[in-house]
Every structure is written in C-alpha cells, then in structure tokens.
C-alpha cells in the first residue's frame, strides 16, 4: 500500500519561502513511483480543501491554481521516489494545512482520487 509522508513545514514570515518534501514507500512492482502523478492540495482554518498543484508521471506537465502561479513550483526527483513544492514569497494567506496525493493520472489528483498523506502545517505569519 501506497504511504506519502510530508515534511519541511512550519513556522515562516509573509515574503519567505519554505520548500515541503512528499517521500513515498510502498508502491508495487507493478506500478512503480515514475507511473504516479502528484498533487499538492491545502485547506486552511474554515476554508475548503482545495487543490494548488499537480505534476504529471514525467515531471514534464505541471499545473498552478491562479493564487499560487509563478510563487510555487512543483517537482519531482524519480530517483528518491520524492515530491517537492517550493513556495516562494509566502503570503498570510497561504496559512493551511498541505497534503500530498496521487493519482494514476492528473485527472484523478485532481479528482482526489488515490491516496493522500497525512498532511503537514504551514504558518505564515509576522
């Protein structure tokens, strides 16, 4: 069974940048980690859970919701079975909870279909 653990969260000031790492374990010899597609989706305080990002199996397709374009970036690194989300100029309202999630294609990350991690806090805050 798939298992994504999130790390590089915490604790930063409006105008910073934090990069959160999502590490999988556990795919099968069937479909291996560079069959997946991944997303990265966040749901602040009172807020809906909503989807920012998503990276195709090649890392040559990624996608941005209109809030975080040309601030975040989405990669991943096949070799260490990791995903990577770097957010640049970090604003009050990026305060959220971040999850990580896959899919068999971009469709389902979108979709929310597959598996999610367990998510990790982000703060920004003065």
């Known amino acids: 069974q798939l298992q994504l653990v999130e790390s590089g969260g915490g604790l930063v000031q409006p105008g910073g940048s934090l990069r959160l790492s999502c590490v999988v374990s556990?795919?099968?010899?069937?479909?291996?980690?560079?069959?997946?597609?991944f997303g990265w989706f966040r749901q602040a305080p009172g807020k809906e859970h909503e989807g920012i990002s998503c990276?195709?199996?090649?890392?040559?397709?990624?996608n941005y919701v209109d809030s975080v374009a040309g601030r975040f970036t989405i990669s991943r690194d096949n070799a260490k079975n990791t995903v990577y989300l770097q957010m640049n100029s970090l604003k009050p309202e990026d305060t959220a909870v971040y999850y990580c999630h896959t899919g068999s294609t971009r469709t389902e990350v979108v979709n929310g279909v597959g598996t999610w991690g367990q998510g990790i806090q982000v703060t920004v805050s003065s």
């Open positions: 556990g795919f099968t010899l069937e479909e291996g980690f560079d069959l997946y597609s």
């Open positions: 990276i195709s199996s090649s890392g040559a397709v990624t």
